[in-house]
């Protein structure tokens, strides 16, 4: 039975000591500095994201656009132009009088 109330001897030897050392060692090491509440995060004022600017059309694909469109000159020829000018004329001047 001796060999058993050693062991327990032990055990507690172990334990005082273990305790011990870290009680020095929490002494010995600089205390950390417990946080401080922090003050609140300012928050800047929200600005609205610019929308991503567009890209103008250049120029070969404006007159790809302008030469799509086809114009009477086009369609009938260059008689029927003169045509519709003399039409709208003689439209306008019954109304003038």
Do not use: C, F, H, W
């Not at 205390?31 to 004022?45: G, Y």
């Not at 059309?57 to 000018?85: C, I, M, R, W």
């Amino acid at each position: 039975m001796s060999k058993q109330y050693n062991k327990l001897i032990k055990r507690r030897r172990r334990a005082a000591y273990l305790a011990r050392r870290k009680k020095a060692l929490a002494e010995s090491a600089p205390k950390k500095t417990t946080a401080k509440a922090k003050p609140a995060r300012k928050v800047s004022k929200s600005v609205p994201k610019k929308p991503a600017a567009k890209v103008e059309p250049t120029s070969a694909v404006s007159e790809v656009k302008s030469s799509d469109k086809a114009t009477t000159a086009d369609v009938l020829g260059p008689d029927a132009e003169n045509q519709e000018a003399v039409e709208a004329k003689e439209a306008s001047t019954p109304s003038e009088e």
